[in-house]
């Protein structure tokens, strides 16, 4: 079954430190993966996405996630939490080319401490 | 427009009463989604619009869901009888032919008594 799973329903860190959510998958083709933020009251806004190449991907607002094949795990990292990143994080996977919908996390609630 | 736009933004009904959501997508856009988005349960898929090609609802829960999409653009989702579980937030995407990223609108919060 295609399914994406985000181990922790709710982290809190301090601003200033390092960040890392866990993301995993289980898809059977080659997975096209994204990373989605979600601001209260807001829409999902698309962090990073990887489709293939270099498994270390740069994305918007100084965030980077690691796909590793062999763990089936796509997790986001930032070096330096700021205030303003505390929000909900979704992971999804999708199927290659231009066709199909994705399948997203129940979401990461990403709480900073001032 | 610029984006995705949902109306209206906040509904509250009353069970057992119908609801339409309206979705513009993004001019050009030939791919269309609907999802759910539940407390804590994340996004569920529920209907996807390809061009021309007959709509994927293979994620729609029961009968009394349903979605048109006219002339390629906007999109209604319909939902009758209306129950306390349909409450959630109903978030439209689109994105255009070629590409993966889908973009999302700010959503459509439903209440219902």
């Known amino acids: 079954a295609q399914s994406v799973t985000q181990p922790d329903i709710h982290i809190t860190v301090s601003e200033g430190a390092s960040l890392e959510l866990r993301c995993n998958y289980s898809?059977?083709?080659?997975?096209?993966l994204f990373w989605y933020v979600q601001s209260p009251g807001q829409g999902l806004q698309l962090l990073l996405k990887?489709?293939?190449?270099?498994?270390l991907v740069q994305g918007i607002k100084g965030f980077e996630a690691e796909f590793k094949r062999s763990q089936s795990s796509f997790n986001l990292r930032k070096p330096s939490v700021h205030w303003s990143d505390a929000a909900e994080y979704f992971c999804?996977?999708?199927?290659?080319?231009?066709?199909?919908?994705?399948?997203f996390g129940k979401g990461t609630k990403l709480s900073v401490k001032p | 427009g610029a984006g995705v736009s949902q109306s209206p933004s906040n509904k509250v009904t009353e069970k057992g009463k119908d609801v339409e959501l309206r979705c513009d997508p993004i001019?050009?856009?030939?791919?269309l989604y609907w999802y759910r988005q539940s407390l804590g349960q994340g996004l569920e898929f529920l209907i996807y619009?390809?061009?021309?090609?007959?709509?994927?609802k293979s994620g729609l829960p029961s009968d009394r869901f349903s979605a048109e999409r006219t002339g390629g653009s906007v999109s209604t989702l319909t939902i009758q009888r209306t129950q306390q579980e349909d409450s959630a937030v109903y978030l439209c995407?689109?994105?255009?032919?070629?590409?993966?990223?889908?973009?999302f609108g700010a959503g459509s919060r439903l209440t219902v008594l």
């Open positions: 995407a689109s994105r255009p032919s070629g590409a993966n990223v889908l973009t």
């Open positions: 898809y059977g083709a080659t997975p096209y």
């Open positions: 990887y489709f293939s190449g270099d498994t």
């Open positions: 999804a996977v999708g199927p290659g080319g231009s066709q199909g919908n994705l399948i």
């Open positions: 001019s050009g856009h030939t791919a």
């Open positions: 619009f390809q061009g021309n090609s007959a709509p994927d």
